[in-house]
Protein backbone atom coordinates (compact mmCIF):
# COMPACT_ATOMS: atom_id res chain seq x y z
CA UNK A 1 0.00 0.00 0.00
CA UNK A 2 1.65 2.81 -1.15
CA UNK A 3 0.94 6.31 -1.27
CA UNK A 4 3.38 8.49 -2.71
CA UNK A 5 5.23 8.79 0.78
CA UNK A 6 6.97 6.52 3.29
CA UNK A 7 4.74 3.37 4.23
CA UNK A 8 4.77 4.60 7.66
CA UNK A 9 2.91 7.60 6.48
CA UNK A 10 -0.23 5.40 6.41
CA UNK A 11 -2.35 3.01 8.22
CA UNK A 12 -5.92 0.97 8.09
CA UNK A 13 -6.63 1.22 11.83
CA UNK A 14 -9.09 3.86 11.56
CA UNK A 15 -8.84 4.39 15.46
CA UNK A 16 -5.24 5.87 15.52
CA UNK A 17 -6.27 8.96 15.23
CA UNK A 18 -3.49 10.77 17.83
CA UNK A 19 -0.98 9.96 15.61
CA UNK A 20 -2.30 9.87 12.27
CA UNK A 21 -4.53 13.08 12.61
CA UNK A 22 -5.51 13.39 8.54
CA UNK A 23 -8.38 11.00 7.69
CA UNK A 24 -9.76 10.31 4.44
CA UNK A 25 -13.57 10.52 4.62
CA UNK A 26 -13.75 7.79 1.92
CA UNK A 27 -11.86 5.20 2.79
CA UNK A 28 -11.03 5.69 6.54
CA UNK A 29 -7.04 5.82 5.89
CA UNK A 30 -5.22 8.10 8.57
CA UNK A 31 -2.15 9.83 7.55
CA UNK A 32 0.91 11.79 9.68
CA UNK A 33 1.31 14.40 7.26
CA UNK A 34 -1.70 16.69 4.96
CA UNK A 35 0.51 16.24 2.19
CA UNK A 36 0.05 12.06 2.06
CA UNK A 37 -3.68 12.70 2.84
CA UNK A 38 -3.80 14.81 -0.03
CA UNK A 39 -1.81 12.40 -2.38
CA UNK A 40 -4.33 9.85 -1.60
CA UNK A 41 -7.00 11.53 -2.10
CA UNK A 42 -6.12 10.94 -5.80
CA UNK A 43 -6.20 7.88 -5.71
CA UNK A 44 -10.33 7.82 -5.47
CA UNK A 45 -10.97 10.75 -8.49
CA UNK A 46 -7.86 9.11 -10.23
CA UNK A 47 -7.92 12.07 -12.74
CA UNK A 48 -4.92 10.95 -15.34
CA UNK A 49 -7.17 9.80 -18.49
CA UNK A 50 -5.04 7.22 -21.02
CA UNK A 51 -6.66 8.72 -24.12
CA UNK A 52 -6.37 5.19 -25.84
CA UNK A 53 -8.12 3.02 -22.96
CA UNK A 54 -9.86 5.85 -21.10
CA UNK A 55 -8.47 3.75 -18.07
CA UNK A 56 -7.97 6.44 -15.21
CA UNK A 57 -5.09 6.77 -12.77
CA UNK A 58 -4.35 8.76 -9.93
CA UNK A 59 -0.77 10.00 -10.79
CA UNK A 60 0.70 11.51 -14.12
CA UNK A 61 3.58 8.98 -13.46
CA UNK A 62 1.32 5.73 -13.61
CA UNK A 63 -0.20 6.62 -16.30
CA UNK A 64 2.77 7.36 -17.92
CA UNK A 65 4.32 3.88 -17.39
CA UNK A 66 0.53 2.80 -18.91
CA UNK A 67 0.93 4.37 -22.29
CA UNK A 68 3.84 1.82 -22.83
CA UNK A 69 1.57 -0.75 -22.95
CA UNK A 70 -0.01 0.87 -26.45
CA UNK A 71 3.06 2.17 -28.02
CA UNK A 72 4.67 -1.12 -27.61
CA UNK A 73 7.58 0.48 -25.51
CA UNK A 74 10.53 -1.14 -24.16
CA UNK A 75 8.94 -3.61 -21.48
CA UNK A 76 11.40 -4.72 -18.51
CA UNK A 77 11.36 -8.97 -18.09
CA UNK A 78 11.58 -11.38 -15.23
CA UNK A 79 14.35 -13.37 -15.92
CA UNK A 80 12.69 -16.17 -13.59
CA UNK A 81 9.31 -16.77 -14.61
CA UNK A 82 8.80 -13.90 -18.10
CA UNK A 83 6.14 -12.06 -17.36
CA UNK A 84 6.75 -8.53 -18.82
CA UNK A 85 6.56 -5.35 -16.58
CA UNK A 86 5.86 -1.48 -18.06
CA UNK A 87 8.58 -0.67 -15.47
CA UNK A 88 11.35 -1.40 -13.81
CA UNK A 89 9.98 -0.29 -10.53
CA UNK A 90 7.30 -2.44 -10.85
CA UNK A 91 9.59 -5.52 -12.22
CA UNK A 92 11.98 -4.91 -8.87
CA UNK A 93 8.63 -5.46 -6.48
CA UNK A 94 7.59 -8.28 -8.94
CA UNK A 95 10.80 -10.03 -8.14
CA UNK A 96 9.86 -10.25 -4.65
CA UNK A 97 7.22 -13.41 -5.10
CA UNK A 98 10.76 -15.50 -6.46
CA UNK A 99 12.27 -14.75 -2.82
CA UNK A 100 11.04 -15.61 0.41
CA UNK A 101 11.39 -12.02 1.53
CA UNK A 102 7.44 -11.83 1.61
CA UNK A 103 6.58 -15.60 2.28
CA UNK A 104 3.59 -16.80 4.35
CA UNK A 105 4.95 -18.76 6.88
CA UNK A 106 1.53 -21.11 7.02
CA UNK A 107 1.27 -22.08 2.97
CA UNK A 108 4.26 -20.34 1.30
CA UNK A 109 2.56 -18.40 -0.75
CA UNK A 110 4.73 -15.32 -1.94
CA UNK A 111 3.94 -11.51 -2.02
CA UNK A 112 5.39 -8.20 -3.62
CA UNK A 113 4.99 -6.57 -0.16
CA UNK A 114 4.45 -6.79 3.11
CA UNK A 115 0.71 -5.27 2.81
CA UNK A 116 0.08 -7.89 0.59
CA UNK A 117 1.35 -10.90 2.96
CA UNK A 118 -0.36 -8.87 6.15
CA UNK A 119 -3.54 -8.93 4.28
CA UNK A 120 -3.06 -12.50 3.24
CA UNK A 121 -2.70 -13.62 6.71
CA UNK A 122 -5.63 -12.38 8.01
CA UNK A 123 -6.98 -15.75 5.62
CA UNK A 124 -5.46 -18.03 7.96
CA UNK A 125 -6.10 -16.25 11.51
CA UNK A 126 -9.59 -15.54 10.58
CA UNK A 127 -8.87 -11.70 11.74
CA UNK A 128 -11.49 -9.22 10.09
CA UNK A 129 -10.71 -6.01 11.71
CA UNK A 130 -13.13 -3.95 9.92
CA UNK A 131 -16.49 -3.55 10.92
CA UNK A 132 -19.36 -2.35 9.20
CA UNK A 133 -20.94 0.53 11.36
CA UNK A 134 -24.52 -0.51 9.75
CA UNK A 135 -24.67 -4.22 9.87
CA UNK A 136 -21.60 -5.39 11.77
CA UNK A 137 -20.31 -7.35 8.46
CA UNK A 138 -16.71 -7.67 9.12
CA UNK A 139 -13.86 -7.38 6.06
CA UNK A 140 -10.03 -8.25 5.73
CA UNK A 141 -9.38 -4.96 4.33
CA UNK A 142 -10.25 -1.09 5.11
CA UNK A 143 -10.81 -1.10 1.26
CA UNK A 144 -13.34 -4.11 0.76
CA UNK A 145 -15.15 -2.15 4.04
CA UNK A 146 -15.73 1.05 1.87
CA UNK A 147 -16.78 -0.77 -1.30
CA UNK A 148 -19.72 -2.57 1.04
CA UNK A 149 -20.21 0.73 2.78
CA UNK A 150 -21.60 2.20 -0.90
CA UNK A 151 -24.54 -0.79 -0.18
CA UNK A 152 -25.67 1.19 2.43
CA UNK A 153 -25.52 4.81 1.09
CA UNK A 154 -25.65 4.56 -2.57
CA UNK A 155 -22.85 6.34 -3.19
CA UNK A 156 -21.31 5.62 -6.44
CA UNK A 157 -18.22 7.37 -6.72
CA UNK A 158 -17.42 6.15 -10.72
CA UNK A 159 -18.64 8.48 -13.21
CA UNK A 160 -18.74 8.46 -16.91
CA UNK A 161 -17.32 11.24 -18.09
CA UNK A 162 -19.43 10.89 -21.80
CA UNK A 163 -22.74 10.14 -20.41
CA UNK A 164 -22.57 10.85 -16.75
CA UNK A 165 -23.74 7.65 -15.75
CA UNK A 166 -22.49 6.88 -12.08
CA UNK A 167 -20.68 3.61 -10.48
CA UNK A 168 -20.25 2.18 -7.13
CA UNK A 169 -17.31 0.21 -8.31
CA UNK A 170 -14.49 1.22 -10.50
CA UNK A 171 -14.99 -2.15 -12.71
CA UNK A 172 -18.34 -1.64 -13.18
CA UNK A 173 -17.21 1.93 -14.85
CA UNK A 174 -14.36 0.17 -16.97
CA UNK A 175 -17.06 -2.53 -18.12
CA UNK A 176 -19.69 0.54 -19.16
CA UNK A 177 -16.50 2.39 -21.19
CA UNK A 178 -16.98 -0.18 -23.64
CA UNK A 179 -20.05 1.30 -24.73
CA UNK A 180 -18.82 4.18 -25.84
CA UNK A 181 -15.29 2.60 -27.11
CA UNK A 182 -16.55 -0.54 -28.86
CA UNK A 183 -13.52 -2.47 -26.66
Known amino acids: MKTGAHSND ?3 HPHDDKTRPYLCT ?3 KRFKHRKCLNNHKRTHTKPFVCTVCEKRFSQSGILNEHKRL ?3 GNLYSCIQCK ?5 ERVLREHMNVHSDKY ?3 ECGKCFTNNHGLVVHKR ?11 VCSKRFTEAVNLTRHNRIHSGEKPYECHVCKKAFSLSGNLHTHMRVHTGR
Open 26 to 28: VCN
Open 123 to 133: IHSGEKPFECT
Open 70 to 72: HIG
Open 83 to 87: KQFIS
Open 103 to 105: KCT
Open 10 to 12: VTE
